[in-house]
């Protein structure tokens, strides 16, 4: 199992993750990503692979908070 910081690492990703996702598609604020399968996957995974996923998700979320729609500032 991957060290407790890297978990922790992930899971915090995956949250701002979907708080971007909450604001740029204009979802109630209280919305949630849904992550049944997040801690299987960190209970299984390497730490290389933990870290790709955190890459992954935190490139997704810098493009998420770029989004504009028409006739946003």
């Known amino acids: 199992m991957a060290a ?9 990703a995956w949250y701002e993750y979907g708080q971007a996702i909450v604001k740029a598609f204009h979802f109630p604020p209280d919305s949630r990503m849904v992550a049944e399968e997040l801690e299987g996957f960190l209970s299984k995974a390497s730490d290389d692979r933990i870290h790709r996923f955190i890459d992954y998700v935190r490139g ?14």
């Open 4 to 12: 407790g910081d890297l978990v922790q690492d992930a899971r915090k």
């Open 60 to 73: 997704q979320t810098a493009e998420i908070a770029q989004m504009k729609w028409i006739g946003e500032d």
